[in-house]
């Protein structure tokens, strides 16, 4: 069946870089997208979504980037700090009433100091 | 705004025991409800959608008869474990969205472990 994946499952990097965090999603259909953090032992935390009219947004430190053309969607943090030391999940909505995600596998991201 | 809570947030039973999980929608009626299941280093995986006053809709795979779902009110959506199992044993989180909105805004979790 259709899924969203990740490219990487893993990523470490040093305080104050910038993070860039992949995802590949094989539903055509899909028309929304949200990038989610979780921490360890929390409910994931809602970090920025984008449709699928748009290429680009920005929000506070993070934007996120959608290719259409090859189903890529992506997420960048700037100036990493420890506190975004998480999972981070990539969810679409293919479209319906019932507004269904499906998730992708997560990504554990985690800044050294 | 767009807070979802649950309760409770741990819990421990014995294995043929019965266990009910709430989500409520804070500051926002919730016409849909899901609810999750992780696996520890795992991601979401869906189990049923809910909407207020209608009966749920599970995926497939979901025992619908052991994963019981009540969603009574727009603010208010149950889950109940019967007859739990060891394999139950998991991390539950469940999301709320309000009426036209896709946005899914997820409470903290339960984690369930049955002895």
């Known amino acids: 069946g259709e899924s969203v994946g990740l490219h990487l499952p893993t990523l470490s990097v040093q305080e104050g870089d910038n993070s860039i965090i992949n995802c590949a999603y094989s539903?055509?259909?899909?028309?929304?997208f949200i990038w989610y953090k979780q921490e360890s032992g929390k409910g994931p935390q809602f970090i920025i979504d984008?449709?699928?009219?748009?290429d680009k947004r920005q929000g506070q430190r993070v934007t996120v980037l959608l290719n259409k053309t090859v189903k890529h969607l992506s997420l960048q943090i700037a100036a990493t700090q420890p506190g975004d030391s998480a999972v981070y999940f990539c969810?679409?909505?293919?479209?319906?009433?019932?507004?269904?995600?499906?998730f992708g596998k997560g990504t554990l991201l985690t800044v050294n100091p | 705004g767009a807070v979802v809570s649950q309760h409770p947030s741990r819990v421990i039973c014995k294995s043929g025991t019965s266990v009910k999980i709430e989500c409520r929608s804070l500051?926002?009626?919730?016409?849909?409800m899901f609810w999750y299941r992780q696996f520890p280093k795992q991601s979401l995986m869906l189990m049923a959608t809910?909407?207020?006053?209608?009966?749920?809709?599970?995926e497939q795979g979901v025992e619908k008869d052991k994963f019981l779902i009540n969603h009574a009110s727009l603010t208010l959506s149950t889950l109940t474990v019967t007859s739990a199992h060891p394999e139950d044993s998991s991390f539950y989180i469940c999301?709320?969205?309000?009426?036209?909105?896709?946005?899914?805004?997820f409470g903290p979790g339960t984690r369930l472990t049955v002895l």
């Open positions: 539903n055509s259909a899909s028309d929304y």
């Open positions: 500051d926002f009626q919730a016409t849909t």
């Open positions: 969810a679409e909505n293919s479209g319906g009433s019932n507004y269904k995600l499906t």
């Open positions: 999301s709320a969205n309000s009426g036209g909105a896709d946005t899914q805004y």
């Open positions: 984008i449709r699928s009219n748009m």
């Open positions: 809910s909407n207020e006053g209608s009966k749920a809709t599970y």
